[in-house]
């Protein structure tokens, strides 16, 4: 099991590499179109559909 010492660090690496690719979205196709992708992202996972096989049909 993994303590939560190292979850609180696992997570925060992760916080990382979300804002930096928010930073580098944001650079190169603006807010507007960041913030679309993050809230489709986090529609498809509330939906429970798999993001990375392009299909939208929900995965159970």
């Known amino acids: 099991m993994t303590s939560p010492d190292k979850t609180a660090q ?3 690496v992760f916080f990382e590499e979300i804002a930096a690719l928010a930073e580098r979205m ?3 196709h603006g ?3 960041t913030m ?3 809230i489709l ?3 498809f996972i509330a939906e429970k559909k798999d993001i990375g096989s392009g299909s939208l049909e929900p995965t159970n």
Do not use: N, Q, V
């Open 36 to 38: 679309g992708a993050f």
């Open 31 to 33: 807010r507007d179109f």
């Open 26 to 28: 944001i650079a190169e």
């Open 10 to 12: 696992s997570k925060d």
């Open 41 to 43: 992202a986090a529609r």
